[in-house]
């Protein structure tokens, strides 16, 4: 046995990782609702991220009012 134990904890580090991977892969619930709240969160990011691009566009104009 030249490599010891490093075998046995090369497994279960994988097993470990797999069942992880497993749980997180399984969504619970009805798939439409799951659609709609997933759906609802990314309306939310992009009103964000829209609300955000103008601000740095009025950010922009003040800068270049200043300037003249």
């Given at each position: 046995?030249?490599?010891?134990?490093?075998r046995d904890l090369a497994r279960q580090k994988?097993?470990?990782?797999?069942?992880?991977?497993?749980?997180?892969?399984?969504?619970?619930?009805?798939p439409k609702k799951r659609m709609e709240s997933d759906a609802e969160i990314l309306r939310?990011?992009?009103?964000?991220?829209?609300?955000?691009?103008?601000?740095?566009?009025?950010?922009k104009l003040k800068a270049e009012k200043t300037r003249r």
């Open positions: 046995m030249a490599r010891g134990n490093q994988n097993l470990k990782k797999q069942k992880d991977m497993a749980k997180n892969q399984k969504k619970s619930g009805d939310q990011k992009q009103a964000a991220a829209d609300a955000r691009r103008e601000a740095e566009k009025l950010e």
